[in-house]
């Protein structure tokens, strides 16, 4: 059973960090491409960061030298380290899987991916 599990989220103050991690189950993250997407109420869901074993990572430019995306793929678990977090970044946090990434290509549409996590909520207060 494929599955994806998140922890991490939590309340924070502007300009703090937090670690968000991903588990995945009865899938390689050598094939696939991984990626943290966020959600707020009312707003469609948006890529943050994506990853795969032969890509760079690639971010949204909002996150762009605050967060890192990074994975160890023995252990099919995912990261997204999140400094310098601001109000704006407040959100429901996703993890998701592309598991017949095209052309071997990880993109940050939402559309691709089609194995979601459960969501952890992040939550940044001035």
């Known amino acids: 059973q494929v599955q994806l599990v998140e922890s991490g989220g939590g309340s924070v103050q502007v300009g703090g960090s937090l670690r968000l991690s991903c588990t995945g189950t009865g899938f390689s993250f050598n094939s696939a491409c991984m990626g943290w997407f966020r959600q707020t109420p009312g707003k469609e869901r948006e890529g943050v960061a994506v990853?795969?074993?032969?890509?760079?990572?690639a971010y949204a430019d909002s996150v762009k030298g605050r967060f890192t995306i990074s994975q160890d793929s023995a252990k099919n678990t995912l990261f997204l380290q999140m400094n310098n977090l601001k109000p704006e970044d407040t959100a429901m946090y996703y993890c998701a899987a592309d598991l017949s990434p095209s052309w071997g290509v990880c993109s940050l549409a939402a559309r691709w991916y089609t194995t979601w996590g459960q969501g952890t909520q992040v939550t940044v207060s001035s």
């Open positions: 990853i795969g074993s032969r890509n760079q990572p």
